[in-house]
């Protein structure tokens, strides 16, 4: 989709880590939370991978999506446990040492006391060196932020609130805009005009998601997403007007 000049794009990815994803013993939560909410404050988020708790596996998909993407953002594997890696392999990965923060240390002992500040929990105020922390109001054991990676716990209650926390300090761009239009009818019976269309529209992006309805069937639900609202509204009507000659089952000319 073209995008004016004027008009800057910060595009993001998600980076997912832990094996109990993989194996399917915990189901994600955290995906479409932050995906929607990135959205909302003009963060696109282009790619999301899932890897397991492999320290190599690690570095190789942050160092691939720093690379390419404005921010990315890591959820899992910076608790207490053996395989809590990730903070080692984004240290890894970014060429710097990571030992305990004393910023993390204190933060921990606000919620834990001294004599049971144990190795295991001393392994969650291990942070890279330069690395900005990134608050966690639920139970204090912080994530952090280097250069444009940001590491967030796997809870999605702590991840939530750590994205809130972090939220106001990101760089971010002109939020995509979107209209939600029912088709009223099947898939199929509006491909070939809405691919005209969008054709029409280069700059406005038309996705078609069916669904099932009991007692009406199929049915088809028409996005249409962009930043310039001018344009969405001129793709809007240009839709609406081609479902209401589809359904009247007259021709549509391109």
């Known amino acids: 989709m073209a995008e004016q000049a004027d008009q800057p794009i910060v595009t993001a990815a998600i980076l997912v880590i832990g094996d109990e994803?993989?194996?399917?013993?915990?189901k994600?939560?955290?995906?479409g939370y932050i995906a929607e909410y990135l959205t909302a404050i003009g963060i696109d988020v282009r790619e999301v991978r899932i890897v397991s708790d492999d320290e190599d596996d690690?570095?190789?998909?942050v160092n691939a999506l720093r690379e390419r993407y404005t921010h990315v953002f890591t959820t899992g594997g910076i608790g207490p446990t053996h395989d809590d890696i990730t903070a080692d392999s984004v240290a890894r990965a970014l060429g710097v040492p990571i030992d305990i923060d004393p910023r993390a240390k204190a933060l921990l002992l606000e919620r834990i006391p001294a004599d049971q500040l144990n190795e295991a929990r001393l392994r969650m105020a291990r942070i890279p060196e330069g690395a900005e922390l990134i608050a966690n109001s639920v139970s204090k054991a912080p994530g952090f932020s280097i250069k444009n990676v940001h590491v967030m716990a796997g809870v999605p209650t702590i991840m939530q609130a750590m994205l809130d926390a972090l939220a106001p300090t990101l760089a971010t761009g002109t939020k995509m805009l979107s209209r939600s239009i029912?088709?009223?009818?099947?898939?199929?019976?509006?491909?070939?005009?809405?691919g005209q269309l969008q054709k029409d529209f280069p700059d406005?992006?038309?996705?078609?998601?069916?669904?099932f309805q009991e007692g009406v069937g199929f049915t088809t639900t028409l996005v249409l997403r962009?930043?310039?609202e001018a344009r969405l509204d001129q793709?809007?009507?240009?839709?609406?007007a081609m479902l209401t000659a589809a359904r009247a089952g007259t021709r549509v000319d391109p």
């Open 28 to 31: 994600d939560k955290n995906i």
């Open 58 to 61: 690690i570095v190789a998909a």
């Open 226 to 228: 962009s930043r310039d």
């Open 182 to 194: 029912p088709a009223g009818l099947k898939e199929g019976d509006v491909a070939a005009p809405l």
């Open 204 to 211: 406005v992006s038309m996705g078609s998601y069916p669904g």
């Open 235 to 240: 793709a809007t009507a240009a839709v609406e």
């Open 21 to 26: 994803i993989l194996s399917g013993r915990t």
